[in-house]
């Protein structure tokens, strides 16, 4: 069965960087848009970064543009995002998911199945 699961979440501290992943199994990987979604407490969930079946079309929440960087490693059937000048309002879980087809979107609907969440806190 499908599954999607995320790693390298963590405390760190302000203006630092942090690396997370998502490996991906049960499905053919290089087929599928994947992206990349956060949540933190009280809010709603909103989408940070998404990425084209081939890595071709690359996505970004204006909130994040030029600090994260997310890839796509279809030998390795991982997804990667790269955050560096971490803010504290980047602390939230930090989500992994399948898109439906091969393009990059940025509507949660778009996305079937998502990986279990991996926690990112950013001290001051």
């Known amino acids: 069965q499908v599954h999607v699961v995320e790693s390298g979440g963590g405390l760190v501290q302000a203006g630092d960087s942090l690396r997370l992943s998502c490996a991906a199994s049960g499905f053919t990987f290089s087929a599928s848009a994947m992206g990349w979604f956060r949540q933190a407490p009280g809010k709603e969930r909103e989408f940070v970064a998404a990425i084209s079946s081939l890595s071709r079309r690359i996505v970004y929440a204006d909130s994040v543009k030029g600090r994260f960087t997310i890839s796509k490693d279809n030998a390795k059937n991982t997804i990667y995002l790269q955050m560096n000048s971490l803010k504290l309002e980047d602390s939230a879980v930090y989500y992994c998911?399948?898109?439906?087809?091969?393009?990059?979107?940025?509507?949660?609907?778009?996305?079937?199945?998502w990986g279990q969440g991996t926690q990112v806190t950013v001290s001051s």
């Open positions: 998911a399948r898109n439906y087809g091969i393009f990059a979107t940025t509507r949660p609907d778009a996305y079937d199945y």
